[in-house]
């Protein structure tokens, strides 16, 4: 079935035009953008040559084909649209990857919600525990979920989504080969691993020994340059794309203690990387922003910012934004304020 869709997708891709659009994107990664708001477009579009289905999430999730044709049908919209989008795949489950490798219950979304699954917290609490505070009961449960798991180390990162994980990049290693330019203009990036910040103290020395041996199964099973790196259709430089989507809960000092140490690490590891967070960041950006190998920032709520704070301690320190809303940009513009063509906007 999916072998029309990878041919209509082959058919409409341009060399030219993704050649040019990818030496835009590394320009601006680069820091040599000459510019205000960096907001590539691809200079011709591509319409389809049959009808795309959607894919609901749910299905995607237990099929590897239709996992594939979903995350394929991407590619096509940004061809039709002619967006500034790389053309780009992940394996696809959501956060619940990291928490499913150490045993956590997967929780799917019911079907009409159309959304990615999360899990239920160590420790065997159900649904109901998770929609009250925690006992102590519940919370003694949990600590000795967390204590078996650091007596057992790092786990086999082909356990629980893991497994899935490996063997949807397989499947899309497969399915693109005979397909050049689909092959060379189609990247696969690493899929939602969150930040190792989630689980807490000695937990997230574990936590982060795992994240590494993930990510070099990672790359070992997908081979991709180390200079630049695609997720979500945006480019930066380094390797890694860390999701510390929980960190507006925390204080700047818990920051400093229990995340920064952690992301430090694994971007040195992985020669840098770029900070995705949810919510507000504005309190803790200083301290992200001296951690080397920080290469880019994606904030999704510049509202729930003071947005000065984040432009002066990104773009004003020679660390891009990408994927800003443009309304945020084009305040900061109005403002005065300069944004070095360091901020990348759709």
């Known amino acids: 079935m999916i072998d029309q869709y990878l041919e ?5 891709i341009d060399p030219e035009v993704e050649e040019a659009l990818w030496s835009e994107w590394t320009t601006f990664a680069d820091g040599e953008f000459q510019g205000s708001i960096f907001a590539p477009r691809r200079a011709r579009s591509a319409s389809p040559g049959l009808p795309w289905p959607h894919v609901p999430v749910n299905d995607a999730l237990e099929s590897y084909e239709l996992m594939a044709l979903q995350q394929l049908s991407q590619c096509s919209r940004a061809l039709a649209a002619g967006t ?8 696809n489950y959501g956060t619940g990857i990291m928490p499913t490798i150490f045993g956590a219950q997967l929780f799917l979304m019911d079907a009409e919600t159309d959304t990615l699954p999360t899990t239920i917290p ?14 102590r009961a519940d919370a003694t449960k949990a600590a000795e979920a967390v204590k078996v798991l650091l007596d057992r180390g790092v786990p086999d990162v082909r356990g629980g989504l893991g497994a899935r994980v490996f063997e949807m990049a397989a499947t899309f290693t497969e399915l693109l080969a005979p397909y050049p330019k689909v092959r060379r203009y189609v990247h696969l990036y690493h899929p939602d691993l969150q930040g190792p910040m989630d689980l807490v103290t000695a937990l997230l020395e574990l936590v982060t020994e795992t994240y590494i041996t993930f990510m070099d199964a990672w790359i070992a099973a997908v081979p991709s340059p180390a200079d630049h790196a ?13 999701r510390d989507d929980s960190a507006m809960n925390l204080s700047p000092r818990m920051f400093e203690r229990f995340i920064m140490p952690y992301d430090a690490r694994l971007l040195s590891t992985y020669g840098g990387g770029a900070l995705h967070f949810c919510g507000r960041g504005d309190h803790y950006i200083r301290m992200a922003s001296e951690m080397p190998g920080l290469t880019a920032v994606n904030l999704s709520q510049p509202e729930l910012n003071a947005m000065d704070v984040i432009f002066d301690n990104t773009v004003g320190k020679g660390i891009p934004i990408i994927g800003l809303p443009r309304e945020a940009a084009e305040i900061a513009l109005a403002r005065g304020h300069d944004l070095h063509g360091l901020v990348h906007c759709w």
Do not use: F
Request: hydrophobic share 45%; charged share 20%; glycine share 12%.
């Open 122 to 135: 160590l420790g065997g609490m159900d649904a109901t525990t998770l929609s009250a505070s925690l006992g």
């Open 8 to 12: 209509d997708l082959e058919s409409r």
């Open 84 to 91: 500034g989008e790389i053309l780009a795949l992940r394996c």
């Open 230 to 242: 695609v997720h979500w259709s945006m480019v930066h430089r380094g390797t890694l794309m860390l």
